[in-house]
């Protein structure tokens, strides 16, 4: 059956075999591992050994990568180290909720610590790489548990593909909140045999335990769980993207070892103690003002000693004048394989490790900053746990030679100038020597936004291609790159070329259409040029034009016959040139006529930009009168008597005073509503002679049937004039029955 996420493979490389030897040896010496996909041997008693699944997971995203073989055993044992017993745990190490912690902020809490070691990837990735390479190998460790350890891919009650979207960003951004149908497993490190038992267990348990499974396992940590391969590919996908967003941040690391050579020696010409800071931009180290700065103090017990280190003391003269010591934060502590990660934010931490049982003894942590002098202190007590005081014994230490650790801090400057330098450095004591004092780091502060501009172009363009050039310049720590955005006919500005590091570029635009231009820089440290409002420049590209303008009457009404219109007209003018554009015109605008008229002519005049004229007329003729029908019978038209005879009851006429009537369209015609019968055509009712000056002379006969009815005639007379008005007129005549006296 197909899974989401069903897409798991490794691959295989020939130089990674020292690499899973070390890794397997490990799995030996760390078969109390805490949790998470399998790290070790099946510790519940069996004696087949399990898949490494943070081994594999890592192994199998490295392979298309190009990471020496050294970098990879580096990152993958940082990764399986997360899940030693003896690693103190913390529930954000492994997305577990813990205690009363809610899902959500189980969540923040685990984000939160895989940006942290994410963040020191980007802060040693070139300083020092091995730093990063475990920081990077911690990061990988958190993120592959937490598709274990959440219902990322449960098939029932699971999260929907929307809210797997929101939660894998919510990963890197603190802003975004997660839905709350996201939910981690719970996991109690004390009792994590047998959690079924466990009266503090909510909803969701991680089911560590022999008796808990099926029934209550939610996490995908083992092969018996149905979602246990969905979990490891989705974990497989999303290393996969890490370790490629973060590969760009490493220099060369073929130097820490050679890439088919497991065993790893220290470098031994770099000083054990060592002070790095953020690496900025160039030799200066520029950085912008607007980032915290990161310091690590690195400290070791030269593997040359003859003793533990029983104390470590570290002290840092922070400046308070260029350093805003309100923003401080404490950040992960580490010695040897121990990690301690303070709440974001605090300037004072203590706490105690104890490394039981591997050795008998207690660690005291104490950092605190004196925010009056801005003195910055750390101290690694050694204690005797049945005592509580230092051990007497000179070789019980918790850091034995050959091991080292380290401190980070972040801190932010305050608002300085451009140049200003800052500096620091450490000074370490190893229990009752004398201090050594760490190399100095310095940065140098760009709070200086870079400048640029447009260089000037020609007033018009004889291509539609042509060349844009802009420059910049910057006081810091110099130019990265320069977008130019480009406006078309005075419309919104769009990026035509965006954060690039060329200084000119080949722009084509339309004939006629004029370009206006301006360009943003970004220096190296992120500052970024304030916006223009207007173009730096400006061109219209006009072409060798060797035709007039295009003029064309718009007009807006009823056309009638002709070239005539029967209604109000609205006369516009389109006027294009596309090649040199219209450099003047006149009589194009708008017009409205209302009255009758025989005839009134408009004229648009228009010149091109390369000088040619051209003129257009066009005449409008209204005529919304209809012609007018005179002389048909009065009402009350009676003839009388009905002798026979044809009588003389009409001389109709027609005219029309503007447009005139249009020939053939006058007609009278009659009709009657008893014709005599037999009909007589020599002898007709209704008798309609043409007259000579247009007319029509209408002859009706005095006659009847012998009902009880009236005779009554009909008249209709139509004419249309030349614009295509109508009028049509009617009228009756009646032979009565009688004279109804």
């Not at 009350?636 to 003389?648: R, T």
Request: glycine share 8%; aromatic share 8%; with cysteine.
């Amino acid at each position: 059956m197909n899974r989401p996420y069903d897409q798991f493979f490794i691959k295989k490389r020939s130089s990674w075999a020292p690499c899973i030897v070390v890794l397997l040896l490990l799995s030996l010496l760390w078969a109390q591992n805490t949790h998470a996909f399998l790290s070790g041997y099946n510790w519940y008693g069996f004696s087949t050994p399990i898949p490494n699944d943070h081994a594999q997971i890592t192994l199998a995203a490295f392979a298309s990568l190009d990471y020496p073989d050294c970098a990879v055993t580096i990152v993958s044992v940082a990764n399986t180290e997360q899940d030693n017993s003896l690693f103190p745990y913390h529930h954000e190490f492994h997305f577990d909720r813990n205690g009363s912690t809610s899902n959500a902020q189980a969540f923040a809490d685990g984000a939160a610590y895989f940006r942290s070691q994410k963040a020191l990837v980007a802060l040693f990735g070139r300083s020092n790489p091995r730093e990063a390479l475990n920081a990077l190998g911690r990061a990988l460790h958190a993120l592959q548990d937490f598709y274990a350890h959440s219902n990322f891919v449960d098939f029932s009650g699971g999260l929907n593909a929307s809210d797997r979207l929101t939660v894998e960003a919510a990963l890197e951004n603190p802003a975004i909140s997660v839905p709350n149908t996201l939910k981690l497993t719970w996991f109690n490190p004390a009792n994590k045999l047998d959690t079924v038992n466990d009266p503090l267990v909510p909803p969701y348990p991680h089911g560590y335990g022999v008796n808990s499974f099926p029934i209550l396992s939610f996490a995908k940590d083992f092969p018996s769980i149905p979602e246990y391969v969905n979990a490891k590919n989705a974990a497989f996908n999303a290393s996969s993207i890490l370790l490629q967003s973060v590969r760009g941040l490493f220099g060369d690391l073929s130097s820490l070892c050679s890439p088919r050579t497991l065993p790893i020696t220290p470098v031994t010409s770099l000083d054990p103690n060592d002070k790095t800071g953020s690496t900025g931009s160039g030799p200066m180290r520029f950085i912008s003002g607007s980032e915290p700065l990161r310091y690590v103090v690195d400290f070791e017990n030269k593997d040359t000693a003859t003793a533990p280190a029983q104390r470590v003391s570290i002290t840092d003269q922070l400046d308070s004048v260029d350093l805003d010591l309100n923003s401080f934060s404490l950040g992960l502590i580490v010695f040897g394989s121990r990690q301690v990660m303070p709440t974001a934010g605090l300037a004072n931490y203590s706490t105690m490790v104890d490394l039981r049982p591997a050795k008998n003894l207690l660690v005291k942590i104490e950092a605190n900053l004196n925010k009056t002098t801005g003195l910055l202190t750390w101290r690694f007590t050694s204690l005797d746990p049945a005592t509580g005081l230092p051990p007497t014994d000179p070789l019980a230490g918790f850091l034995p030679p050959g091991v080292g650790g380290s401190v980070l801090f972040t801190v932010s400057p305050n608002n300085l100038p451009t140049g200003t330098q800052l500096r620091n450095r450490a000074s370490i004591v190893f229990d009752v020597n004398a201090p050594i004092d760490t190399p100095e780091w310095s940065n140098t502060i760009d709070n200086t936004k870079p400048t640029s501009h447009v260089n000037p172009l020609p007033t018009t363009q004889t291509a539609t291609s042509f060349a844009v050039s802009w420059t910049a310049a910057d006081v810091g720590a110099g130019v990265q790159d320069v977008t130019v955005y480009v406006s078309d006919n005075g419309g919104p500005f769009t990026a035509w070329q965006q954060n690039g590091v060329a200084t000119s570029a080949l722009f084509t635009g339309t004939a006629g259409h004029t370009y206006g231009f301006y360009s943003i820089a970004r220096d190296l440290v992120g500052n970024v040029e304030a916006a223009e409002t207007a173009a730096e420049a400006n061109t219209k590209v006009a072409l060798a034009d060797t035709t007039p303008p295009v003029i064309l009457p718009q007009i807006t009404g009823t056309l009638g016959s002709n070239g005539w219109y029967r209604s109000s007209v609205i006369v516009n003018w389109s006027v294009t040139d596309p090649e040199s554009g219209i450099a003047s015109s006149s009589g194009c605008g708008s017009t409205t006529v209302t009255a009758d008229t025989a005839g009134v002519t408009f004229t648009c005049s228009a010149t091109n930009g390369a000088g040619l004229s051209a003129s257009v007329p066009v005449t409008i003729k209204i005529d919304k009168t209809p012609p007018v029908i005179s002389g048909m019978p009065a009402a009350g038209c009676i003839l009388w008597p009905p002798d026979q005879k044809l009588v003389q009851v009409a001389i109709v006429t027609a005219s029309d005073a503007l447009s005139g009537l249009a020939p053939g369209s006058f007609k009278v015609t009659g009709t009657s509503n008893e014709p005599i019968a037999p009909n007589d055509p020599n002898a007709p009712d209704i008798v309609i002679t043409p007259n000579s000056t247009g007319g029509f002379v209408v002859q009706l006969r005095a006659d009847r049937l012998g009902n009880a009815n009236d005779r009554i005639y009909t008249l209709t007379a139509a004419a249309n004039d030349v614009a295509g008005n109508t009028t049509t007129a009617t009228a009756t005549c009646i032979v009565p029955h009688d004279q109804r006296k």
